[in-house]
């Protein structure tokens, strides 16, 4: 069965950085395009970016752009994450997601705090 | 300041019909399908409805889903204790490079 296992998250200050994995299993990865969804305490789900099935184009919400960066390698089944210049508003539950023309499984998630 | 707006909460009893709105725009609802799903307390969300109405094998037919124009709906019949969570509408929007929008979500209470 499909499976997607984030990992990486946890406390970090503010203006640091921290790398998401999210290790995928029971689908032909290099097939799916991939994406990044988060939810931040007491607010709703928020896009994050996505990646194609072969890295060809990435795209990322104006909230992350130029600060994240959405990667993968598909001879590991391996979607990643880089954040940097983490900020408070930043603190949520990231969530990889496999798109088939509908986000049809997602992970458990991993929390980003990011605090001083 | 979610794009797709959606009533923050809902409720009924066991038995009941409920349903949640979600309204959006052209440029999402309008010009592509709904999704929606359903997220238990420290849980990943769950396709529930995909394509405005179609349900993945194992979700009850107690939930259905339906759109028209740029807005949805989704429906509960039925309503379980189980049920209680927070649901989720969803669709791609069409603007920029195209990308995911999400509704603000609906708590529903089972009384």
């Known amino acids: 069965q499909v499976q997607l296992v984030e990992s990486g998250g946890g406390v970090v200050q503010p203006g640091r950085s921290l790398r998401l994995s999210c290790a995928a299993s029971g689908f032909t990865f290099s097939s799916y395009g991939m994406h990044w969804v988060r939810r931040a305490p007491g607010k709703g789900l928020e896009w994050v970016a996505v990646i194609w099935y072969d890295g060809s184009n990435k795209y990322y919400a104006d909230s992350v752009k130029g600060r994240f960066t959405i990667s993968r390698d598909n001879s590991k089944n391996t979607l990643f994450l880089q954040m940097n210049s983490l900020r408070a508003e930043d603190t949520a539950v990231y969530y990889c997601?496999?798109?088939?023309?509908?986000?049809?499984?997602w992970g458990q998630g991993t929390l980003v705090t990011v605090s001083s | 300041q979610s794009v797709l707006t959606q009533p923050p909460s809902a409720s009924g009893t066991p038995g009941q019909r409920v349903t949640i709105s979600c309204s959006g725009s052209s440029s999402n609802i309008g010009s592509n399908t709904v999704n929606w799903y359903q997220q238990l307390p420290e849980t990943a969300p769950k396709l529930l409805i995909y394509?405005?109405?179609q349900r993945p094998s194992g979700v009850p037919d107690r939930f259905s889903g339906s759109k028209s124009g740029t807005s949805a709906s989704l429906a509960i019949s039925g309503l379980q204790s189980e049920d209680e969570a927070d649901y989720f509408c969803?669709?791609?929007?069409?603007?920029?490079?195209?990308?995911?929008?999400f509704g603000g979500g609906t708590k529903l209470t089972v009384l």
């Open positions: 394509s405005n109405n």
């Open positions: 969803a669709a791609w929007d069409d603007s920029l490079n195209g990308h995911w929008v």
């Open positions: 997601a496999r798109d088939r023309d509908r986000l049809d499984n």
